[in-house]
């Protein structure tokens, strides 16, 4: 395999990893549950779509025709991240947990 | 036209499913053309029944021109909650606000929420009962009412344009 394509798949391999790692130290940095939801839903996506990019150009460049079923993954993410923080933060006003002190607005009852 | 109709009730979905069939087994040969064209003929045929008022997309053009934003906004929504997740947590202001919505379409706002989700620092959190209003909480934010203008011009009034609600 050609130096650059691995030095590519490398590059990609490595942000989607970083972007994951920044997912989960907010899970553990950010101060209440509802900003906690703020990590899982971004910095993932990029994560996994670094990664399936990796992995779509590895797959691609070994001769074997194009492999883009990866591309579905992202699809697949890009439509269950949002319900599942939606229903997460629903279920989190319902439960009415602590919110951080500094929080403008109020949250719905449910 | 009314040939086509009949038999071919809705192309797109007939179309994005073939295209998903073909993506799914990674291969394009004749066989698995012919088996995903009669799975996407033949699956919104048993679905519909399901989904009684499906949306009708008026302007395509805008739909990928909308599709090419929410992904450049993801990009940028990525790095700058990596930055606010890596910088001093305490500096944070989070808020709870609400978006008034101008659409009737539940397809439309289920989009205009997912879209919420995933781009710079918001969440949405809820839906109230009458459709009316959109409960979103955000990272950080500075004016709220800046935030609400910002979703409402950069995302809902393209939604509007494309489902024409």
């Given at each position: 395999?050609?130096?650059?394509?691995?030095?590519?798949?490398?590059?990609?391999?490595?942000?989607?990893?970083?972007?994951a790692l920044i997912g989960s130290i907010g899970l553990s940095r950010l101060p209440d549950f509802f900003m906690?939801?703020?990590?899982?839903?971004?910095?993932?996506?990029?994560?996994?779509?670094?990664?399936?990019?990796g992995s779509l150009l590895y797959f691609s460049s070994r001769g074997e025709g194009l492999s883009l079923h990866?591309?579905?993954?992202?699809?697949?993410?890009?439509?269950?991240?949002?319900?599942?923080?939606?229903?997460?933060?629903?279920?989190?006003?319902?439960?009415?947990?602590?919110?951080?002190?500094?929080?403008?607005?109020?949250?719905?009852?449910? | 036209?009314?040939?086509?109709?009949?038999?071919?009730?809705?192309?797109?979905?007939?179309?994005?499913?073939?295209?998903?069939?073909?993506?799914?087994?990674?291969?394009?040969?004749?066989?698995?053309?012919?088996?995903?064209?009669?799975?996407?003929?033949?699956?919104?045929?048993?679905?519909?029944?399901?989904?009684?008022?499906?949306?009708?997309?008026?302007?395509?053009?805008?739909?990928?021109?909308?599709?090419?934003?929410?992904?450049?906004?993801?990009?940028?929504?990525?790095?700058?909650?990596?930055?606010?997740?890596?910088?001093?947590?305490?500096?944070?202001?989070?808020?709870?606000?609400?978006?008034?919505?101008?659409?009737?379409?539940?397809?439309?706002?289920?989009?205009?929420?997912?879209?919420?989700?995933?781009?710079?620092?918001?969440?949405?959190?809820?839906?109230?009962?009458?459709?009316?209003?959109?409960?979103?909480?955000?990272?950080?934010?500075?004016?709220?009412?800046?935030?609400?203008?910002?979703?409402?011009?950069?995302?809902?009034s393209p939604l509007k344009e494309i489902f024409g609600c």
């Amino acid at each position: 395999m050609d130096v650059w394509i691995e030095l590519l798949i490398s590059t990609c391999l490595i942000l989607g990893a970083s972007f994951a790692l920044i997912g989960s130290i907010g899970l553990s940095r950010l101060p209440d549950f509802f900003m906690r939801l703020h990590g899982p839903t971004k910095s993932t996506t990029l994560g996994v779509g670094g990664m399936v990019l990796g992995s779509l150009l590895y797959f691609s460049s070994r001769g074997e025709g194009l492999s883009l079923h990866e591309v579905l993954i992202t699809l697949f993410l890009l439509i269950t991240a949002p319900v599942s923080a939606h229903m997460l933060a629903k279920a989190a006003m319902h439960l009415k947990l602590e919110r951080s002190s500094k929080t403008q607005g109020e949250p719905w009852e449910q | 036209m009314t040939m086509i109709r009949t038999w071919l009730p809705h192309p797109l979905q007939s179309l994005f499913l073939w295209v998903l069939w073909l993506l799914l087994v990674n291969q394009v040969s004749l066989g698995h053309v012919m088996l995903g064209a009669i799975l996407g003929w033949a699956l919104p045929f048993l679905v519909h029944l399901l989904w009684p008022d499906p949306p009708v997309i008026r302007q395509p053009i805008t739909l990928l021109r909308f599709l090419g934003r929410v992904h450049w906004d993801i990009l940028t929504a990525n790095l700058q909650v990596a930055a606010l997740i890596l910088g001093p947590t305490q500096r944070l202001r989070p808020a709870f606000f609400e978006l008034p919505l101008d659409m009737d379409n539940d397809f439309a706002i289920a989009l205009l929420a997912s879209t919420v989700s995933l781009t710079p620092g918001t969440v949405s959190a809820d839906v109230s009962a009458d459709r009316r209003h959109l409960l979103i909480h955000a990272l950080d934010v500075d004016d709220i009412d800046k935030a609400i203008a910002h979703i409402k011009q950069r995302y809902e009034s393209p939604l509007k344009e494309i489902f024409g609600c």
